[in-house]
């Protein structure tokens, strides 16, 4: 009987929060978008926030396909001007969750079942669990990179975090089916000691957790949290990211929060609520965090990400949602990403993209993100 309640209530809770997220979506679609068009130069920038108040990010670029990043070679390019062919590209499936390490960006795609890799600085693009047997993914979702460039996979199949070295080879595996109800992403800190990952959990399920692992050795250290919407509970968990001092910030979707822990799971504190102001919350997804300690939150339904100070002040927000596809539109968004130099990534599921900001007093070509052919490459190395 007394799981037979507890499946009503929880059943009853998802419905309510589904209503919620309607409604808050709806209400939000209304709201003033903070940014403007800038022309400098001849060039019309799109930068965030508008006037009177200062510029912080300007929209860089968007990435969609492999074309995107790797340079099309002379004789192709003369062929296809010539024949009016179209331009060759591998184009993104169904990306979820992205993350950056110096130039290269990596990013989970659940459609075709391997990690899309656009390595910038050098012009190219790989895949990494693609291949047969040990390492080969099946559905890729949550994403992290540690300090060496260590990559982390959340495969939801699997129920297993897969781990590749900087370069695509695969290393080992942590944890497994037993461990997890719906596992959904994973964070690694700086150091690669520990790894965070979220087991989302589901309607009749009492598994709303952070499970926690030794990133070496795959031995599980300790769970934080359990089902619930009092301090230190969750309710849909979705993603974790770690702040400038450690501290842990957990997107607690079902309860419309960001709940912030120490790295040992002591609870701190929380913010944000469901509502239709800014600060608040009515899907949010994918959290991450910059040098500063800032806190970048996206939200599905507002088609948008808002960023944070580290005690949940908000400072600005970014995005808006729209049903045409274009820089700064978004209709189902959902990893988010800051990379060494403060560019940020934000992942589009519906548009099948990748769009990027940088902050508004960096030049163009300076940081990670920039082409460097080979013979520029080894002039510096």
Not at 26 to 43: I, M, N, S
Request: glycine residues 10%.
């Amino acid at each position: 009987m007394n799981s037979m309640r507890r499946a009503t209530f929880n059943a009853k809770s998802i419905l309510l929060w589904a209503c919620a997220v309607a409604v808050v979506a709806t209400l939000y679609a209304c709201a003033p978008v903070v940014q403007v068009a800038e022309r400098r130069g001849g060039e019309s920038r799109l930068i965030y926030p508008a006037p009177p108040d200062d510029p912080r990010f300007v929209y860089e670029r968007t990435i969609r396909g492999s074309a995107d990043v790797v340079p099309e070679e002379k004789e192709s390019a003369l062929k296809r001007a010539l024949t009016g062919g179209a331009l060759t590209t591998e184009a993104l499936g169904k990306p979820y969750a992205v993350a950056a390490y110096r130039g290269r960006i990596f990013v989970s795609d659940s459609t075709d079942h391997f990690i899309k890799v656009f390595d910038v600085p050098q012009g190219k693009y790989y895949k990494v669990g693609d291949q047969e047997g040990d390492g080969q993914l099946s559905k890729p979702l949550g994403l992290d990179i540690d300090a060496a460039g260590t990559l982390y996979v959340a495969d939801a199949t699997a129920k297993a975090v897969f781990v590749f070295d900087k370069d695509g080879k695969y290393l080992r595996k942590i944890a497994g089916p037993k461990f997890f109800d719906r596992l959904s992403s994973v964070t690694v800190d700086p150091e690669g000691a520990r790894v965070f990952v979220v087991d989302i959990g589901g309607v009749t399920s009492e598994l709303h957790r952070v499970r926690v692992f030794d990133a070496r050795s795959g031995a599980h250290l300790f769970d934080i949290g359990k089902r619930g919407n009092g301090p230190g509970e969750f309710n849909l968990p979705r993603d974790v990211a770690i702040g400038k001092n450690g501290q842990l910030y957990v997107v607690d979707g079902g309860n419309f929060r960001v709940q912030v822990f120490d790295r040992n799971g002591k609870y701190l504190q929380s913010f944000g609520t469901v509502g239709k102001q800014l600060g608040n919350f009515a899907r949010p997804k994918e959290v991450a965090t910059d040098r500063e300690g800032n806190v970048y939150v996206a939200d599905a339904a507002f088609g948008n990400f808002q960023i944070f100070s580290p005690d949940g002040e908000l400072l600005m927000f970014v995005g808006e949602r729209s049903e045409q596809e274009g820089p700064g539109k978004y209709m189902l968004p959902s990893g988010i990403a800051v990379d060494e130099d403060g560019r940020i990534y934000f992942v589009d599921q519906w548009f099948r993209k990748i769009d990027i900001f940088r902050p508004y007093a960096m030049k163009p070509d300076v940081g990670y993100l920039v082409y460097r052919p080979k013979a520029a490459i080894r002039a510096t190395n």
